[in-house]
């Protein structure tokens, strides 16, 4: 099994930064895709970010030259770097991950490992 666990959410205004990072427990030393997603109220979730266990990363298209996903394989750590924010940013974060060394596209349902979630609120 596979603990998740998020932490860095926050209340920012427009034009923020913010860095999430998700603490992995557990068995650490299998390989995982990891990622990010969000779901703000009423809407679906939705991919952010992912990186594999050879730390080849991925930044939906949207959020590029904004968000960084990275991780600290020591400290079994994985980072969302998110600047520049707006209001629509506003969701709930989770990290998730699945067994395998390399990440394909599957959606959330093909993740099983989660965190609890960490709340990020912008305001304009």
């Known amino acids: 099994q596979l603990q998740l666990a998020e932490s860095g959410g926050g209340s920012v205004q427009a034009g923020g930064s913010l860095r999430l990072s998700c603490v992995a427990s557990?068995?650490?030393?299998?390989?995982?895709?990891v990622g990010w997603f969000r779901q703000a109220p009423g809407k679906e979730r939705e991919a952010v970010a992912r990186?594999?266990?050879?730390?080849?990363?991925s930044v939906v298209d949207s959020m590029k030259g904004r968000f960084t996903v990275s991780k600290d394989n020591a400290k079994n750590t994985l980072y969302l770097q998110m600047n520049g924010l707006k209001p629509e940013d506003t969701a709930m974060y989770y990290c998730?991950?699945?067994?395998?060394?390399?990440?394909?596209?599957?959606?959330?349902?093909?993740?099983?490992?989660w965190g609890q979630g960490t709340q990020v609120t912008v305001s304009s």
């Open positions: 998730a991950a699945y067994l395998r060394w390399y990440c394909d596209t599957r959606g959330p349902s093909g993740y099983n490992y």
């Open positions: 990186i594999d266990s050879n730390g080849r990363a």
């Open positions: 557990g068995f650490t030393s299998s390989p995982y895709c």
